[in-house]
Nanobody
Framework: QVRLVESGGGLVQAGGSLRLSCAASGRIFIVNAMGWYRQAPGKQRELVASITSGGSTNYADSVKGRFTISRDNAKNTVYLQMNSLKPEDTAVYYC?????????WGQGTQVTVSS
């Protein structure tokens, strides 16, 4: 089992920045990739960014050039640096671990961008 704990959400004005963190614990050796998803009210959960164990990254078109995903293997932590935030980025952001046994999720952290 893998446990994920997110932090770093909050309220920010449009154009501002936030950095989300996701600390993983447990059987982390079974993790293939880590990712950040988000879910806005009334919308489906969507992939924001992901990073493989080898360091390859993938981004949703809506965040390319503004968000950066990274990982610190020594700390078993994944980060999402979010710059130039827009009101449409407002959502609950969830950390995800893609493992050989399936997907694990964090509890989510709220990001609110005011206009």
């Amino acid at each position: 089992q893998v446990r994920l704990v997110e932090s770093g959400g909050g309220l920010v004005q449009a154009g501002g920045s936030l950095r989300l963190s996701c600390a993983a614990s447990g059987r982390i050796f079974i993790v293939n990739a880590m990712g950040w998803y988000r879910q806005a009210p009334g919308k489906q959960r969507e992939l924001v960014a992901s990073i493989t164990s080898g360091g390859s990254t993938n981004y949703a078109d809506s965040v390319k050039g503004r968000f950066t995903i990274s990982r610190d293997n020594a700390k078993n932590t994944v980060y999402l640096q979010m710059n130039s935030l827009k009101p449409e980025d407002t959502a609950v952001y969830y950390c995800n671990a893609d493992t050989i046994y399936g997907h694990y999720w964090g509890q989510g952290t709220q990001v609110t961008v005011s206009s």
